[in-house]
């Protein structure tokens, strides 16, 4: 029996306890920092097939390994986030969320389910593979300053360092069975901004008495358009949003303070920078051409992923030869963003989506909504593909 089928046979032995693994996850779902019950869960998954790991890691992150023929050789990370989002679920399943408002509407419940059944395969295949897999369950990764970050500070990348790390994503845009992916820059820096607008409020029918602070932000929303269609350069994808605005004035009534919340994306870190200090110039300006005050604060988030090209080449090769050609598929960067964004900042990293949605289906609930679901037949691609990958990584 050669590896791919000894990592299929095994993929079966160990689904049915996967999909429980995943359910249970998905019923009891903790947000971003809070994932005690989630950590406490995984370690008791990790005791009872006896594989090393510590906790504790940037909080309720997990780290661990699983030595293989000469564990020194090298070393393989593998990836999965656990934190849920502030979502309230509307499916009607027997393991439908227990916490109110509370829910697993991006995959991590998948993520970590099928990062425990490849460990429990590679555990059972450790006279096949020459060096050390290293295991990473992390918290956080949908909340500023991202859980990633904060395992990297403590540690996760040393002792031992890994030479390559891979992580898999729910993707419903795809059918159960197959993956997408893309080399080099994938998905976009992310970064929240902040604003307030402050002036002297008053009666809206005496506007030369006042300052106008809603007419004033509004002209701030339109100007800072410019960082997107003007100023960005040529070729480098930029977003910039206002999401947000609170003006608590009335008909006759303009408030003292405007806030306004928004996001800014991009795919380059130099004019990341730039852009930063543009947002701030603008916001000045009109400040200064109004007579009044605006404070920006711009909280950095996650930076640009990059996948790295020659990796990101093997690991096609790899899937192309364990679930076939037609069912890989090259995708497109997108303005999303990820905290893994850190580990590609430090090592050579590889990301890629699974499908979750059923085969033959015309319709599916996208990632963040309270439909979202997945075809648990995905949890077998996820589980048995993220194993291989690792193993001929390490073996070549």
């Keep these: 029996m050669d ?15 996967v999909v429980e693994i995943r359910q249970h996850i998905h019923k009891n779902p903790e947000l971003s920092f809070k994932e005690f019950e989630t950590s406490t869960y995984i370690t008791s998954v ?7 790991h510590k906790t504790g890691i940037a909080g309720t992150g997990i780290v661990g390994i699983i030595e293989g023929k000469n564990p020194d050789k090298r070393c393989i990370a593998l990836r999965a986030d656990m934190d849920a989002l502030p979502i309230d679920e509307k499916n009607e399943i027997p393991f439908k969320s227990a916490n109110n408002g509370i829910m697993h509407a991006c995959g991590h419940d998948a993520h ?44 996760v990348l040393k002792d031992p360092k890994p030479s390559l790390i891979i992580a898999q994503h729910a993707y419903p845009e795809l059918f159960s069975g197959m993956i997408g992916i893309k080399s080099g820059i994938y998905m976009a820096s992310s970064d929240e901004i902040y604003i307030t607008v402050k002036g002297k409020g008053g009666h809206a029918a005496i506007p030369d008495k006042i300052d106008n602070t809603v007419l ?3 002209k701030l929303i339109v ?5 997107s269609s003007n100023l960005a350069p040529k070729g480098i994808p930029t977003v910039l949003s206002i999401g947000k605005v609170i ?36 916001a000045q300006d009109i400040a200064n051409q109004n007579k009044l005050s605006i404070e920006v604060k711009i909280l950095k988030g996650y930076p640009v992923l990059s996948n790295h090209a020659e990796s990101t080449k093997k690991a096609i090769i790899n899937a192309q030869d364990f679930i076939g050609k037609e069912n890989v598929v090259l995708l497109e960067s997108r303005m999303t963003s990820e905290d893994f964004a850190y580990y590609s900042q430090e090592i050579p990293a590889v990301f890629y989506r699974f499908g979750v949605t059923k085969p033959g289906s015309t319709s599916f609930s996208p ?15 996820a589980m048995a593909l993220i194993t291989y990958q690792a193993i001929k990584f390490l073996n070549d």
């Design 216 to 218: 004033v932000a509004s």
């Design 367 to 381: 990632l963040h909504s309270p439909n979202f679901t997945i075809h648990e037949e995905s949890l077998k691609t």
């Design 112 to 155: 970590t389910a099928s990062l425990l059944g490849a460990i429990m395969i590679l555990n059972e295949l450790k006279n096949e593979f020459e060096g050390t897999v290293k295991f990473i369950f992390q918290p956080a990764e949908e909340k500023i300053p991202g859980g990633a970050k904060m395992m990297i500070e403590e540690g």
């Design 247 to 282: 003006a608590q004035g009335a008909t006759n009534i303009i408030p003292d303070e405007v806030f306004l919340e928004g996001t800014f994306r991009t795919m380059n870190e130099e004019w990341r920078a730039k852009a930063h200090s543009e947002i701030n110039r603008i």
């Design 3 to 17: 590896l791919k089928e000894k990592i299929r046979t095994l993929t079966e032995k160990h689904f049915s306890q």
């Design 46 to 52: 990790l005791n009872s097939i006896q594989v090393k």
């Design 223 to 227: 100007e800072l358009q410019q960082i």
